[in-house]
């Protein structure tokens, strides 16, 4: 009852902080970007808060719970996309825009920005719902409440507070979240360290059940996306200038390193020594070996993780959603309409989330989209290339449609036209480039 209790407060408090923060909105600036005055520390609790989320965290475990160390490629990906992002910093010294398909809008014009405006909400919707999925499943997992009943209450929850308050909402919480996620892990951590050895028996990171194919489509779809990834720049323009952006950067990749192989050893930990698997692989573990307490802050610092990302996937597709339908987003009442659409998404997203509970699934296949589409195209960009906008049109539509078509494809042509999607999106870039 008390646990409960707990859950039920912890929304509450959530909603406050969503009432509050919109007090302090004086502008489209303070709403979109946080009034661009984050230092290093912000700008990495708030990289940290948004990439560990549901798909981070339970999908490392899960993969590491079938494939071994394998399992640390998720977030060593991540860690290596923020490297490779950090010394293109310089590209955002000059930008005054709130989200990247306006950047890409400085690169090709502005029907590119309002039509990848408008495909990167659709792809961001499998992202929302995914990380609705990973909360839903551990409250169930947790406190019995029903899947439908703990995602309408978290996903409810997640859109009002995000819908108020905007990045202020968002970058308030974001440093705590941050702490409280890696407490967690390392509290999990430590305890199995104590409960069992360390496993010798996990499949290396690269094996029949991991292959140097699955890692090069993880670098095409995964950490590309933090080369080139929406909600990375959303946090990244925020931060008051492009040092303190580039630092963080480095930061939060460090930080990742550890995390990765940790989550891993969860996964490892799981495959030897679950005997009864309910739910998520990393609370099927923790309930196993830890008592009620510790199994309690485990949930909350999961929940936070997963909220941290959620609130910003949620921010990103509704901003989107909302520079499709109104070009202009300086003025109080794009505010309005922004509010509105995050609303929208994530109703649609919570629809999503109760038809499809698979969390890799979902989340890999936004992804897959976003990447064929985008990834050449903003990094053709922020190299300081230029193409005719309706070759980058084609190139996004022609990436995008072929990535799709790869991921419902059975192996082994799922990889093959994956990675056609990238090269034919760079040829159809070069061939329209302007000389």
């Known amino acids: 009852m008390t646990s409960i209790f707990l859950f039920y407060t912890y929304l509450f408090l959530a909603l406050v902080i969503g009432c509050t923060s919109s007090r302090h909105i004086a502008s489209a600036k303070d709403f979109y970007i946080a009034g661009k005055r984050m230092g290093v520390w912000q700008t990495t609790g708030t990289l940290l808060a948004t990439i560990l989320g549901s798909s981070a965290i339970l ?10 160390w394998a399992g640390a490629w998720l977030m060593l990906c991540g860690a290596l996309g923020l490297a490779v992002l950090a010394p293109l910093c310089g590209v955002f010294q000059q930008f005054s825009g709130f989200h990247l398909p306006a950047l890409l809008g400085n690169f090709y014009g502005p029907l590119v920005n309002r039509s990848s405006a408008a495909v990167i909400a659709v792809a961001w919707l499998g992202v929302v719902s995914a990380q609705f999925i990973g909360a839903a499943e551990i409250t169930t997992a947790i406190f019995g409440v029903s899947y439908p009943r ?32 890696i407490v967690g892990i390392l509290i999990v951590f430590f305890g199995l360290l104590r409960h069992t050895p360390v496993p010798a028996k996990g499949l290396p990171m690269i094996s029949r059940a991991f292959s140097f194919g699955d890692l090069l489509i993880l670098i095409l779809t995964y950490a590309s996306t933090f080369v080139a990834g929406p909600d990375i720049y959303s946090r990244l323009l925020c931060a008051k200038d492009a040092a303190t952006a580039k630092k963080a950067l480095y930061l939060a990749a460090a930080i990742l390193v ?3 192989f940790i989550l891993a050893y969860f996964g490892i930990c799981g495959a030897q020594s679950i005997t009864h698997k309910d739910g998520a692989i990393l609370f099927s573990l923790v ?12 949930y909350f610092a999961t929940l936070s993780a997963i909220m941290s990302s959620a609130d910003t996937t949620l921010f990103t597709a509704g901003t989107l959603l909302s520079q499709f339908i109104c070009n202009e987003q300086n ?3 794009s505010i309005f309409l922004t509010r509105l659409s995050i609303l929208a998404i994530a109703a649609v997203s919570l629809l999503i989330a109760f038809f499809c509970r698979s969390i890799l699934s979902v989340f890999f296949s936004a992804l897959t989209v976003y990447s064929g589409a985008f990834i050449v195209p903003v990094i053709w960009g922020m190299a300081g290339f230029r193409s005719r906008p309706s070759f ?23 990889k ?15 061939v329209g480039r302007k000389k």
Not at 416 to 430: M, R
Request: net charge positive; charged share 5%.
């Open 331 to 333: 003025t109080r009442s």
């Open 287 to 298: 309930r196993q070996n830890f008592s009620l307490p510790i199994v309690l802050v485990i």
């Open 416 to 430: 093959i036209i994956i990675v056609a999607a990238f090269v034919l999106n760079f040829l159809i870039l070069f």
């Open 150 to 181: 703990a995602l309408m209450l978290i996903g409810c929850t997640i859109a009002v507070y995000t819908a108020l308050g905007g990045q202020f909402s968002i970058i308030r919480t974001d440093i705590l979240q941050a702490l409280f996620i």
């Open 258 to 260: 550890p995390i990765a």
């Open 59 to 68: 999908g490392s475990v899960d993969i590491a719970y079938t494939s071994g």
């Open 392 to 414: 980058a049109l084609w190139a996004i539509a022609v990436g995008g449609m072929l990535a799709l078509a790869g991921r419902l494809l059975p192996m082994p042509w799922d």
